[in-house]
């Protein structure tokens, strides 16, 4: 049997539930003294707090546009934005969005 604390690329936690275990350079662990200095590792782009750069992570960074206004070409990467778009430019018509990718 081997010992996890031996393996350098894994932080094991038991003591605390809300803590999981993070891929050294994947995701940093939260840290409230550093907030404004996540950075993601593939573009750079900074961000104030822990779950922007995750949501940049999981959406944004490399992916093409996954949602699509139905009213004209406008595509967003979030389906907040293009509820925003349709509120802000199409108001006369329904609000929703089409996810583009097929799954």
């Not at 605390?16 to 573009?43: H, I, Q, W």
């Amino acid at each position: 049997m081997f010992n996890l604390s031996t393996l350098p690329y894994l932080t094991v936690v038991t003591t605390d539930r809300r803590r999981r275990c993070y891929e050294t350079g994947m995701l940093p662990t939260v840290n409230t003294a550093s907030r404004g200095s996540f950075e993601c590792p593939k573009c750079q782009k900074t961000y104030k707090w822990y779950r922007g750069l995750h949501r940049h992570l999981k959406y944004e960074c490399g992916k093409a546009p996954r949602f699509q206004c139905p009213h004209c070409m406008y595509t967003g990467k979030h389906r907040s934005h293009v509820y925003s778009h349709i509120k802000s430019n199409h108001s006369d018509r329904p609000i929703y969005a089409l996810d583009t990718q097929q799954g």
